[in-house]
């Protein structure tokens, strides 16, 4: 008699528990469904160069616009005009199952990329001989990446801290639904050019969500972005000759 109210609590659990899943998986496949087939805006004889550095303006004044997540509305301040263009080393969209363990800044920020430039992005077999990258989201909703180095060291073409100065994490803010699809598209290893603006984040009761990195150089939990990843507004993406806006 003790057992069966206990096991019918465990059937109600286990029910509710599939419920949610169900619910997350037809949400994630609906989202890719809805954003999987971008529009080609334009075509460009113009390539795409990683040899240099990101090209970031610093913006005078303050500049606010409100923009919409999947389930809540933003604030976004921007803090410089960029160009990024490089090599995509990972990705994560950390789309399935995107709800268990959501945060705001999951809300708004969809999906990143660690892209590497200069140097590393000039030979992709002696990079990943050396190098391992990997971008995950972590049980305690933190959204980072990771670069370790391979054996053997002896021949370690790069020191340290070039690798940690020319590697962005860049969790990306869409513009629009095309802009959006157009950053599914992107596949490790692809050459891509992204345009927009870095910003910080805010809800729209003024709460601070995110506040971007600044410099490709600071790497600690105490720099301006909370680790140094860039949080970018896009407004424009190259992939090979294809533009996307």
């Known amino acids: 008699m003790i057992s069966g109210p206990f096991d019918w609590f465990c059937k109600i659990c286990l029910l509710i528990f599939i419920g949610l899943c169900l619910n997350s998986m037809l949400g994630d496949f609906l989202f890719w469904a809805n954003n999987s087939f971008p529009k080609v805006t ?56 995107r709800d268990v363990m959501r945060s705001k800044f999951d809300d708004i920020c969809l999906i990143d990329f660690g892209i590497v430039w200069g140097e590393l992005s000039a030979d992709k ?55 959006m699809g157009a950053l599914l598209k992107i596949k490790k290893n692809d050459i891509v050019k992204i345009d927009g603006y870095l910003v910080d984040i805010y809800t729209d009761k003024s709460e601070t969500i ?26 424009q993406v190259q992939i090979g000759d294809k533009i996307y806006r």
Not at 44 to 64: A, F, R
Not at 163 to 168: A, L
Not at 211 to 229: E, F, Q, V, W
Request: proline content about 5%; overall charge positive; aromatic content about 14%.
């Open 42 to 97: 334009e075509t460009t004889t113009e390539k795409i160069i990683t040899k240099d550095e990101p090209v970031q303006k610093q913006l005078s004044g303050k500049k606010y616009i409100k923009v919409y997540g999947e389930k809540y509305p933003f604030v976004l301040n921007y803090q410089a005009k960029y160009s990024i263009s490089g090599l995509v080393v990972t990705k994560n969209s950390n789309f399935w199952f």
């Open 125 to 179: 077999e002696k990079l990943y001989k050396h190098w391992k990258f990997k971008s995950s989201k972590t049980l305690g909703q933190s959204r980072r990446l990771e670069w370790r180095s391979k054996p053997p060291y002896n021949d370690m073409p790069w020191t340290l801290d070039y690798v940690s100065s020319h590697i962005s994490h860049t969790h990306m803010i869409p513009k629009n639904k095309n802009i």
């Open 210 to 235: 995110a506040k971007t990195s600044l410099s490709r150089t600071d790497n600690d939990p105490i720099s301006r972005g909370y680790g140094a990843c860039e949080d970018m507004y896009v407004t």
